[in-house]
Structures are given as C-alpha cells and as structure tokens.
C-alpha cells in the first residue's frame, strides 16, 4: 500500500515555501527590522541572550585579573555579579575597581550598555506601540450563486472596537499560465471584488468576487482550483482610528480553502428593541446551499 502524503504545513506567507539558494542571510546587518517582525517568543528569549552574552564578555574580562576589583573573589560568579551591575548602573558600591584594568573594563562596559539599552528600549518600545488591525479573516471561501452568478466570497470583521478608517480590500489569485513558447510560471491576477471600498470598517463586511466573463477565474471548478494548486491572498488596508496610523492585515487561502456550493451563516440578527445583535461566533460558519 502506497503512504499517504504527508499534510501541508500551513502558514500565512506564501513566501515560507520559497527555497532561496545564492542569496546571502545577513540579519545582523538589518538587525532592528529583523526583531520587529519576530513575535515576543523570539524576542524576549534573545533579548535575555544578549543580556546575559555581553555581560559573560565583560566578566571574562574582570575574571582575568580579579585583583583589579575590590572585594570580589576570584571565581566567575562574583566577576558576572558584579558585570550585571555595572550594566545596570546599580552599583551598589561592596565591589569597584582599583586600578588602570578594572576602570577601563568598567568605562568600556558602561558605554556598551547605553549602546545596548537604548536599542533594547527602543525595540520594546516600538513593538508595543506598533498598530495593529485586529481583523479576523474566515478561513474558507465560499462559492455560492449570488444574482444568478457564481461568486466568489469571503468576510472579515473587526475584532476592536476602533472603525479603520477608508478600509480597502482585496483578493487576489496565484495561478499558473503558460506562454505560447511553452515556458510555465505563476503570477497574482487581481480578482475586483463588489463594494472593495468602506469610509469607515467597525463591525463586518462581507465582500464578493463575481466568477462571470470579466473575471480571470472565469468557469473555476473545484478541479480546476486543485489541479493548478491554486492559491488566494485576501488582504485588508486602513487608517486605524485609535493610532491615526495605517494599518494592514492579510489571510492566504489554500486549494482545500475553496469550497463550492456553500455559504456563510447568517451573522446578524435584528432585535425586539430595534438594535441589531452580531453573533461573531458565527464568523467562521457555513453550510451547504440546499438544490
């Protein structure tokens, strides 16, 4: 019996699958953006690394001639005790230097952490105040007959409470071609979607992509969508009305994402009082369109 294939790994950058070979990786040469697009896992962890590795350095020095410090013995710890405090600037005074070795280790560690403490700040500093739009996409798209046409749709709603302000969105399709010389490739085709545009984005916007003669996906099948491994990118842009900043948000859609002959259950529900309630419990829901 043949082994099943393995599952997809899934992962919202397309680009993650992309093998790049000759193209040299330097990060700590664009080490700043670098930290920023990693979430807090990576960045708390090798913060604490470099905190703990620079001061290593410099007690290796101290260890080196002990001597030179008052009132610190000769092993490693008390040499990285006392590194740890002249990083801080805690200085409690028990341990100092008291000679040329010791205050010239002391005067380079301490121009060291300024360097490292004002990045280390600035780092921290940013990725809290980074916006963010806090848009939750739903995580298949509906194929459903809509005015007579077979359309393309998906929805998206706004998990704060903050409206994005001239909200644009967009839906795009990786597809493969081949030109009249036989060479093979793939690009995004842009796929115009009904209503794209919102002055203002609070709660939920359903958006639609008619599959009509217009549309690059013209006749799409759900063969056709898994034969060509075909792939969606939706995608969200703003002002966020908290921040004053723009904001931006995006979701990849895989071939088993697509799903024919079904839509969205209804979210909205209007009350006794006039009010409307919106049930996001029901954001990720579908069924099957009854013939």
Known sequence: MANAPAPRRRSQDLSSFVVREGMRQRPLRDFYAFMLSRPWRV????????????????????????????????????????SVQTFGSIGYGYMHPQDGWGHTVVTLEAFVSILCLAMLTGLVFAKISLPRARVNFTHVLCVEPRNGVPTLTFRIANERGAAIADAEARLSALVRYTTAEGV????????????????????????????????????????????????????????????????????????????????????????EDDRVRIDYRRLQQNERILS
């Open 43 to 82: 960045v708390l962890p090798t913060t604490a690394l470099i905190f703990v590795v620079t001061n290593g350095v410099f007690a290796l020095l101290y260890w080196m001639r002990p001597e030179s410090i008052a009132n610190m013995d000769d092993t490693f710890g008390a040499a990285f005790v006392f």
């Open 184 to 271: 093979q490739g793939a690009r995004f085709v842009h796929l115009e979607l009904e209503m794209s545009r919102s002055p203002m984005f609070g709660v939920i916007w359903q958006l639609y992509h008619r599959l009509d003669e217009r549309s690059p996906l013209h006749g799409l099948t759900q063969k056709r969508v898994a034969d060509e491994d075909m792939r969606f990118m939706a995608s969200i842009n703003g002002l966020d009305t908290t921040f004053y900043q723009g904001v931006h948000a995006r979701y990849a859609y895989w071939p088993e994402d697509v799903r024919f002959g079904e839509r969205f259950v209804d979210m909205i529900e209007r009350m």
